[in-house]
């Protein structure tokens, strides 16, 4: 299964909603996908597990849909410190786990 | 509070051989998944390995299968990751990366990761 992300970019004012998207080459059986947030020099921050719950810290602002081939990540009112890469990982394939390619969400 | 810190990266020759290391702290190592994760320079996040809770069963990418060895010692909550035969490829920045915890089910889950180190630096060159 190949996780395709969509926009590679994503150029939005602090205050704006990101909509983030995550295909799915064939249909992922028990909603087994997450989303990461990474900034540069840290590890990467788990945001959604299960497609659509929010992991323990993470403010309600956040939030994964989704189901199937197709997920999103929403942003609602973006802070300064949401500007960074976001992957969606999946669990379930070959192989085992698989991650996105990355959208940037960058400041415009 | 949940730890991780991975040691061992530095400068190799192709070919060469490193032994990286994740010291894991804060909580009860021997219940976890256990992952490697990098990112090449430019590159988006790669799966590498992981090993189950007993480390009984591991799993690695295609790419590495024969060259690289994922192992645990859960006396003493550490994590380790062979690396031989290395090639410029695997030049990355490597994180040690915990089975999630689902605080609803109560119990640790392979499908995510929910905690990470700050990585350690692979530098595959002549």
């Known amino acids: 299964i190949v996780l395709t992300q969509s926009p590679d970019t994503l150029s939005l004012s602090p205050g704006e909603k990101a909509t983030l998207s995550c295909r799915a080459s064939q249909p992922i059986g028990n909603n087994y996908l997450a989303w990461y947030q990474h900034k540069p020099g840290q590890g990467p921050r788990l945001l959604i597990y299960g497609a659509s719950s929010r992991a323990t810290g993470i403010p309600d602002r956040f939030s994964g849909s989704g189901s199937r081939a197709d997920f999103t990540l929403s942003i609602t009112r973006l802070e300064p410190e949401d500007f960074a890469v976001y992957y969606c990982q999946f669990y379930g394939g070959s192989p085992l786990w698989t991650f996105g390619q990355g959208t940037k969400v960058e400041i415009k | 509070e949940v730890q991780l810190v991975e040691s061992g990266g530095g400068l190799v020759q192709p070919g060469g051989s490193l032994r990286l290391s994740c010291a894991a702290s804060?909580?009860?190592?021997?219940?976890?998944?256990m992952t490697w994760v990098r990112q090449a320079p430019g590159k988006g996040l790669e799966w590498v390995a992981s090993?189950?809770?007993?480390?009984?069963?591991?799993h690695y990418v295609d790419s590495v299968k024969g060259r690289f060895s994922i192992s645990r010692d859960n006396a003493k909550n550490s994590l380790d990751l062979q690396m031989n035969s290395l090639v410029a490829e695997d030049t990355a920045v490597y994180y040690c990366a915990r089975g999630g915890y689902d605080p609803f089910w109560r119990t640790y889950r392979y499908d995510y990761f929910d905690h990470w180190g700050q990585g350690t630096l692979v530098t595959v060159s002549s």
């Open positions: 090993i189950k809770e007993d480390g009984r069963e591991e």
């Open positions: 804060g909580f009860t190592f021997s219940q976890c998944c």
